[in-house]
């Protein structure tokens, strides 16, 4: 019953649920640690006792986020000293002035002593960010795992669609072969395309030969120009001999697709140009196209880009070099990479 209770409960209310739990079952060892060696000791000072030190505990958890900041060894220190300063004087007053105006007494009035009080705190402190830190990295710990399961269950759920899409090319391929050649041709160009944008996410590839990138960008443009009825006018160029280099799967293929999307391809003074070059270490590709008068429908997010700035910040880091020139009448994309 208890159980199914708890499963019904949100996150939230199970986090706090487990805290209470937590905390009780302290102050139930506690009580009878005291208990055995003071008969005296009552319930009133153990709550007197844990609330400072629970505060204690809870706002170390929200000095140590700091650490995961920029600059976070200087924030987080700073963050622990102001905190245990102000500790001390809040639990000077409400050891010396809160509690006996309940009838609760931990430390005699006249018993203080400066030095004596900073040591006990002290040492208190310390064993509740212990105990804070410990909690800490532990959650940490369970909250990566939990992130980690739930992108493989988001990766395996995306991935039924394409694979769906794939076998449903394959299935229709078959079909038109005995119709028509260009559709067939096109649709298995397609079917090799999805084949390869699956098998990219599938093996977790963070970089590919670039002679397999640039044959699915071979695919990408016959595709494109056979939509058009061989009406698009695009100079493409590349090494006969291409170097083994490697880049991130999709990155030519985002460039590209971007100038097919937004770019007028059948001006035959301005055509399509990609131009790729090589060298035992380095890479330089090149695209540029005639910016459509109009613009296409909806507007483009710029994930692509994005992710694509990312990818090669991963896998290059300071050794490329991206650059878009967006002009009224022209958009060229640079990239160049040293390996």
Partial sequence: MVPQLVRKLSDNAQFTLMHICGWIAYAVYLMMLNHIGDQSFQLGHLIGYLIPFIAVFYTSLYCLRFFNKKHGL???????????????????????????AFGVRLYLTNSF????????????????FIFALLYFFIQNYYRKKLLQA?????????????????????????????????????????????????????????TVLLRQELKQ????????????????????????????????PLSLMTLVENAFKHGDLKDEAMPLTIAVTTSPNHLHFYC??????????GTS????????????????KDRYKLVVTNEPAQYTVSLTINY
């Fill in 288 to 297: 540029s196209n005639k910016k459509r008068s109009r613009p296409v429908y």
């Fill in 217 to 248: 960008l071979q695919f990408l443009i016959e595709i494109n120009q056979a939509r058009f009825s061989h009406g698009l006018f695009i100079t493409y160029e590349f090494n006969d001999d291409i170097e083994d280099l490697c880049i991130p």
């Fill in 74 to 100: 200087l924030l987080g220190s700073a963050a622990l000293v102001i905190m245990f300063a102000i500790i001390c004087l809040v639990v000077y007053v409400y050891v010396y002035t809160i509690l006996p």
């Fill in 113 to 128: 002593h400066l030095g004596q009080f900073v040591r006990n705190i002290l040492e208190y402190t310390v064993r509740f």
């Fill in 150 to 206: 739930k992108s493989e269950i988001a990766l395996l759920r995306a991935q039924i669609q394409p694979h769906f899409l794939y076998n449903t090319l394959n299935v229709f391929y078959s079909q038109a072969q005995s119709l028509n050649n260009d559709l067939a041709d096109n649709i298995h160009r397609l079917s090799r395309i999805m084949r390869y944008t699956l098998e990219q996410a599938e093996l977790n590839n963070e």
């Fill in 301 to 316: 997010s710029g994930v692509g880009m994005s992710n694509l700035k990312k990818r090669l910040d991963y896998s290059f």
